[in-house]
């Protein structure tokens, strides 16, 4: 029970040099223009706060009654996940993947199976391993978009193509989009608008730096979001109101905020292909986009590494055992950019001393 990967990552955070950490650094409140009057304790959100989900409706282009708002992609994909399958359902799992979609699967007793990622494939979905995997008690499988540990973008054809399978056994499709955006100019339309199998996970905390906002959202038919409302009256009453608030005010000015994002994770991504790239003694498939990637060592053992690492250098990254991948490291690129160059280097260091030992 529980996450074995949030109980560690949440141990190692406050390192000075975390390149374990998914999302973007946070966005300062300072640079949102927020008037202290506008602010309130506790208001009229019930089954949702009317200007929140009218501002979701926008920025995500469905209307309100396909909302569920989460706090949070983990809080949106436990509850679609328990609105979606029942104890005992199969559910199909890509792998690797983000820890807590397996441990959450688990913890509502369904039946986990996985399918592939390849990475001599570039870590694309290959359609026919969901077809040879999937069977006529399957109710949900389960993608990331990006691909959360790669990065891997997945198209809208392959996406499509997804929904025609869990559609031929009457299956529906989860995908988590939290880092979707981080796509910038190529991002595609979500999945929520390919077909009615389809059902949306989000959130602003990764790609906008926004995580304490909490605001989060999953996308489905509003008869599965009624469900979605009062599932989680089980889980807590009402969200913080201060933060409804100011996920409006955010939304207003997403436009801002992703610029200020992307310039951020430009930078970073130079740095990666300066710094890092380069080496031989990793292989890494890196996409240009996105606020993570996924090297592998070529020689040594992950967990070691780490642990030299974090005790000579105070620096982290996120082993790939709790992706499914234990030769392989996760590496976060949302972080300030002079953090993020020093713990590169401090992390380039320890390969070269791990290389002469
Ligand atoms: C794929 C994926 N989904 C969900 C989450 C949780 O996101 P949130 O902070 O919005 O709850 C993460 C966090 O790392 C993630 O990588």
Redesign the pocket.
């Known amino acids: 029970m529980g996450s074995p990967y949030m109980q560690w990552v949440k141990g190692v955070y406050q390192l000075p040099y975390n390149l374990a950490a998914?999302?973007v650094t946070s966005y300062p409140l300072k640079m949102l223009p927020v008037k202290l009057e506008e602010l309130e304790i506790t208001g009229p959100s019930y089954y949702g706060y009317a200007p929140l989900l009218q501002s979701l409706a926008r920025h995500c282009g469905v209307p309100t009654e396909q909302i569920f708002a989460a706090?949070?992609?983990?809080?949106?994909?436990y509850v679609a996940m328990a609105a979606l399958a029942e104890p005992g359902d199969e559910i199909l799992i890509e792998e690797p993947?983000?820890e807590?979609?397996v441990s959450t699967a688990q913890y509502l007793q369904l039946t986990v199976r996985r399918f592939p990622r390849r990475r001599e494939n570039d870590y694309k979905i290959e359609p026919g391993d969901i077809e040879r995997a999937i069977g006529p008690k399957t109710k949900l499988i389960v993608i990331?978009n990006l691909h959360?540990p790669t990065s891997a973008f997945a198209d809208e054809q392959t996406v499509k193509r997804i929904g025609e399978i869990a559609r031929s056994v009457a299956a529906r499709v989860l995908v988590?989009e939290?880092?979707l955006d981080a796509a910038f100019e190529q991002t595609p339309r979500s999945a929520i608008h390919l077909g009615k199998e389809f059902v949306v996970?989000?959130?602003?905390?990764?790609v906008y730096g926004l995580?304490g906002l909490?605001c989060?959202w999953v996308l489905a038919e509003p008869e599965l979001v009624r469900k979605m409302w009062h599932l989680n009256d089980l889980v807590t009453n009402v969200p913080p109101h201060p933060s409804e608030l100011l996920s409006v005010i955010a939304l207003q000015h997403l436009d801002e905020i992703r610029s200020w994002s992307r310039a951020l994770i430009a930078k970073n991504q130079k740095t990666l292909q300066e710094m890092f790239l380069v080496r031989k003694d990793i292989e890494c498939f890196a996409p240009g986009f996105g606020t993570i990637v996924f090297p592998r060592l070529r020689s040594g053992k992950v967990e070691e590494f780490n642990t030299k690492l974090i005790e000579k250098y105070q620096t982290v990254i996120a082993p790939g055992k709790f992706f499914g991948a234990a030769e392989h490291f996760r590496l976060g690129i949302g972080g300030k950019p002079e953090m993020f160059r020093e713990g590169l280097q401090r992390l380039c260091k320890a390969l070269d001393e791990s290389a002469t030992t």
């Open positions: 998914s999302g706090l949070g992609t983990s809080h949106a994909n993947t983000y807590l979609l990331t959360n988590d939290v880092y996970t989000s959130s602003l905390t990764k995580s909490r989060g």
